[in-house]
């Protein structure tokens, strides 16, 4: 291929070192005169001068396959620095490359493996997939989600009224909301789950996360410094809980996981419907469960205070507490966020933070009327609390109906690209 000389403005070269410079100057300003303006502008400027230049970087004369595509990130490459680019260079021009693409059944295993098998099912991938990969994924959807059917659901004072006294509400009620159908992890998200994530790179990955979260970025490490949960260690946890539901994540990890493996935080509603499962006895009327298990307390069905455990224990313990779609641990182990702001709270959050709600008690619970399906509480979105995991949902109208998909020619590129991979 022929050399050709390229000549780049000076202005182009030195406009990036000039916003590079004037927000750490803003940022160390802030950390010096300690101004919350000047440190969270600059380290907002920061983390947008960097995305930017990301996705600028110059790819003339330099071999994709050497650097790797940004896209590579997603499944745990991380791209390497390229040379720089004179005022006046002479570069061979070189079309874009990222990874090879596989088969559809490679990529299928691939975000299978990872725990992204939500990202299958949307109506964008989903045509691309023969029946055997279909099976596939209904198969392990089916097995890792329980189905919660639309209907009411009492939340708040008017559910601890009705559950208390084993009464009915009437839909009308102020207490009682419209939830439409959707499917909920049985199990919380565990370590070995988020280790896909931080394997992924996906703290580097802005995408993911909302603006305001990135200043925040830089706190959210490990006890060695390293991106990902607050107890773990090098970017790693502890090999013998790998089955334990994760903790030491804020409310910006959780949903931010959610948004890469294809799913969502519940909803306060969503969360009390498929642990109280209600049922309307009569037109008009609901009745629900204090407990998945019933109206009484039992001690021996979720890991609370009095369990002693002390800790967290497997996601797959006390079967016997799970509820009557077979959703485990609704109930103890572990606080979980939800997607709702915590609004009841009597003591404000600092400044411009809000609180999100959590629900379900955790091994550490001390009162059985804070570990029943409606009580809610709420915690900053930053806080990284040893006793605060999640779970996630899939709304039911996100999910392609097989039955009615038509049958499309195997793509892969398509499936890769949609899964960011």
């Not at 996360?209 to 990902?228: M, N, R």
């Not at 204090?290 to 039992?298: H, L, V």
């Not at 702001?341 to 600092?350: D, I, P, Y």
Request: hydrophobic share 40%.
């Amino acid at each position: 291929m022929v050399a050709t000389t390229v000549s780049i403005p000076r202005w182009q070269v030195s406009l990036p070192l000039m916003l590079v410079v004037g927000s750490a100057v803003a940022f160390l300003l802030g950390v010096a005169l300690r101004n919350p303006g000047l440190l969270g502008g600059g380290a907002v400027a920061l983390c947008a001068t960097y995305r930017e230049w990301q996705r600028c970087l110059p790819t003339h004369g330099v071999d994709e396959t050497d650097r790797g595509c940004r896209r590579d990130n997603a499944i745990g490459h991380r791209a390497t620095s390229a040379p720089a680019v004179s005022a006046t260079s002479t570069v061979t021009p070189t079309m874009p490359r990222c990874r090879p693409a596989t088969n559809t059944g490679d990529l299928v295993d691939q975000l299978i493996s990872s725990g992204r098998y939500a990202l299958l099912l949307h109506p964008d991938t989903a045509a691309h997939l023969c029946d055997r990969d279909r099976e596939r994924v209904v198969d392990v959807m089916e097995q890792a989600m329980s189905i919660v059917p639309e209907g009411h659901v009492l939340v708040g004072v008017s559910a601890e009224r009705a559950t208390w006294g084993g009464t009915t509400a009437a839909a009308t009620n102020d207490g009682v909301q419209s939830v439409d159908g959707f499917y909920v992890d049985r199990f919380a998200v565990t370590n070995a789950d988020f280790q896909h994530f931080v394997d992924a790179g996906a703290y580097e990955d802005f995408e993911l996360w909302p603006d305001e979260a990135l200043p925040a970025l830089f706190e959210f490490v490990d006890q060695t410094g390293e991106p990902g949960p607050r107890y773990w260690s090098n970017g790693r946890h502890d090999p013998s809980e790998s089955t334990l539901p994760v903790v030491g994540v804020s409310w910006y990890e959780a949903a931010a996981y959610a948004r890469w493996v294809g799913k969502r935080l519940l909803s306060d509603a969503e969360w009390t419907k498929a642990a109280a499962w209600p049922v309307e006895t009569t037109p008009g009327h609901i009745t629900q469960r204090r407990y998945p298990w019933g109206d009484s307390f039992e001690s021996r069905r979720a890991n609370l205070w009095n369990s002693a455990a002390n800790r967290p224990v497997p996601v797959e313990d006390y079967p016997q507490g799970s509820t009557l779609g077979g959703v485990y641990q609704l109930i103890g182990n572990v606080w979980e966020w939800t997607s709702g702001e915590f609004v009841e709270a009597t003591e404000a959050a600092s400044p411009g933070e809000s609180l999100r709600t959590l629900h379900g008690g955790a091994f550490n619970t001390y009162f059985e009327n804070q570990a029943t399906c409606h009580f809610r509480s709420g915690e900053a979105s930053l806080a990284r609390r040893d006793n605060i995991g999640f779970r996630l949902a899939l709304s039911l109208n996100e999910i392609t109906d097989f039955d009615d998909a038509t049958e499309a020619k195997v793509n892969g590129p398509v499936i890769s690209a949609v899964a960011g991979i």
